[in-house]
Every structure is written in C-alpha cells, then in structure tokens.
C-alpha cells in the first residue's frame, strides 16, 4: 500500500533535541564546515525527519498550538473591547472555511474517512468548546460569576465528551486519557484568560506559553495513537526521536512568529506592559522562547555553536531589526523603515552562510531565502497592524506562522542527517 504523507501546517524544541541528544559531548559538538560525524548514512539507517508519522505529528503540533494562541488573541481582544480583532482572531480560530478548526476537520478527514471528519468538525464546533470559551470571558468581563462557573462545566463536560468519543474511533486513545488532556487544555487556558482579565502581562505570556506547550504532548498522543491504527498508511514511528525533533522544532518556530508578532501589535496600539511582556517572552534571557532554541540548538550541536547560535539569533539585525521596523512606521519614518528591512535581509544571508558553516547539508541559499520569506511574511503582519485591518493580520499572521513550518522540516531533516547516529 502506499505510503500515506500528512499534508498538515507543522508546528516545544528545547526538549525535543535535549531527547535526542544522546551522546556524549564529543560526538555533540562538530567543527564548523566538517561534513557529518556520523558513521551510518541516513539512508542505510531508515531515520528520517519526513515519514508520514513524523509529518502526522509536526502537523498536529502546529494546528493544535495554533488553535491556542488563536483562542488567546480572540479572548485578549474582547477584553480590551476590540470588537474588530475578537472577530477577526475568532473567525481564523473557528471559521467555516480557512481557518484552524476548518484545517484540524480536513487533517482528520485524510485519515479517517469523511464521516469521522465531519463527527469531528461537530464535536470541535459543539458549544462545549469554543463558544464554552467565549461565554466564559463574557462572563468575567461582566463579573457574572454564574455564567463563568457554567462556562467552566460545559467545558469540562465536554472534555469527557471528546475522551468518549476519540476512543469510539480509535482504541489506542484511552477515553480517560484524552479527557484529562482536554481537561488541562481547558485549565491552561482559562489561566490565561483570567490573566488578560486581570491586566497581568508577565503572567499572560508565562501562562501562554505553558497552554501552547501542552498541545505539544497532546499531538504527540494523537499522532501515536493515529499511526497505530494506520499502520500501513503512515510510515515511520511518530514517538521517533527523528519525529520527536521536527514536531519541538516546528513548535518553537512557529511560537517565534506569535510572539513577535504579538510585541509588534501591542507597540503599535499603545500597549506597553503587553509588549514588554511579549518582548521578554520571545527574547528574554531566560524562559523564553529564544532561550529555549538556543538550549535546544546547544543541546545536539554542542556549547560552542550553541553560544554562536545565541548572538547570531539575537544580533541587531534579527528581532530589534523587527522592533526598529515597527518604531519606524509608527513613526512614518521611511527612511529608518527601509533600513530595517535592509538590515534584516542582510541578515538573513548571514544566518543562511553561518548555519551553511555549521551543517554541510544546509545550503546557504536556501537557509538565506527562508530567512527572507520570514521576514517579509511577518513584515505583511506588522503592516497590516499599522493599518488597523483586523482580517488582514489575522490572515497574515496565519501565513506567517505557516512559513515556520516548512522552515522547520528543512532544519530538521539536516540536524538528523549530519547527527543520524543520535535518531
């Protein structure tokens, strides 16, 4: 039978390479430029980054961790009594057609058939889940605690009901299991929820942050559970550490654009307890999301090239290139906005020859012109935040995120490759 290949939009990296990373440290740290240190080639040893399973998991990682921070946005916008951001943030969340729970049902219905896709896309939808969420932070806006207290039931509810009902499809979900999964995405959440209701930036991130890695785990147990069952359908093992690798890095890239992307709207509306806190998310020194690549990269390359890897990471012409972009056209200041843009192209071959020094399989152009589409992908993002147009960021924003995905695979693949002796 032919192999079966998940076309998914892809998505926690740090302890996905510290898994794989099980050397020692001289097998860890490579002289920049040297070719593999492996001593089996990838293809005599069957490991790969791209198996359908490992494709399956990445998928689920970055629809599932889409479909929090979508819900985040929605509810940070209604509390702030952006009518047109809620709208736009839940119409990419939940719309009929182009947005997350639209692409999660197409995603099921390749695996499962058409009449599993659509039980699913009624269960997704059902007003246990999203809409359980709406009510709930209409409830606290309004200091309705009756309405919050059923909002926060219907959801646990329904928790029992998605255990129920994934089990009935496939044996290898235990029903209690799944409940308790969805039963801590809904905590997680809600944390966050009553985070932005209480105006406590910091805490919104951190709590974010910890709702968006959840779903990692919890695409990890359907991708098992889905490649158990279609065995002959998806090849490959989606625990692998290969599959392990691509769906942390998938995770944290696509969190690298969220953020951002979330600090230049906030610098942009006026918000800066938001964007400070979203800022210090994405690059703080600690507990964030750089930090966390970084420890990740360090973790497989060794410590040398990871501390490289941080100031390349953090140099001037990478996110305070994005920041200085989004200060410029506040401004109207095309002069200081075009050099933004210059700096952050001319980062991106910076990054393209550096990584290219590191890892032979990666070619310096195509790392370059990745680097580049990131850039003008986020770039559309912060201008449609400078015009106000809601959908279009949203829009945007999507493509942006979607761009990391693709980005991901192609770094993966070439970490298994040069360290296939580590998969």
Known sequence: MKKFTLKLASAGLALALVGVACGDDDEATTTPGQGSSATTSPAASGVSATTGAATLRAGLTGLLTEHVYLAALATGSALRGDTKGFEAYATALNGPANSNTADLTAAMTSVYGADVGKAFDGLWRSEGHI??????????????KAKSDKAVADLLAYAKTVGTTLNSVNSNLPAAAIEEGVKTHITTLKTVVDAQKAGDQPKVYSSLRAAYGHMNEFAATLA?????????????????????????????????????????????????????????????????????????????????????????????????????????????????????????????????????????????AAVEDAIKMHVTTLKAVIDAQKEGDATKTATALRSAVSHMSDTATVLSDATVKKFVEKF
Request: hydrophobic share 45%; glycine share 8%.
């Open 224 to 364: 098992g559970a889905t490649q158990a069952k279609f065995p002959d359908k998806i090849d490959g093992k989606a625990d692998s550490k290969a599959a392990t690798l691509r769906a942390g890095m998938t995770s944290l890239l696509r969190e690298h654009v969220l953020l951002a992307s979330s600090a230049t709207g906030a610098a942009l509306g006026g918000r800066a307890p938001q964007f400070e806190a979203a800022a210090a998310a994405l690059n703080g020194p600690t507990n964030s999301n750089t930090s966390d690549i970084v420890a990740a990269i360090t973790s497989v390359y060794g410590a040398e090239t990871g501390k490289a890897f941080d100031g390349l990471w953090r140099s001037e012409g990478h996110i305070p290139a994005f920041v200085a972009y989004t200060q410029a056209i506040a401004a109207n200041d095309k002069t200081k906005a075009d050099k933004a843009v210059a700096d952050a192209l001319a980062y991106a071959k910076t990054f393209g020859t550096t990584m290219n020094s590191v890892n032979s399989l990666l070619p310096a």
């Open 131 to 144: 809409p359980a969420f709406v009510a709930y932070t209409q409830g606290i806006a309004a200091n309705d």
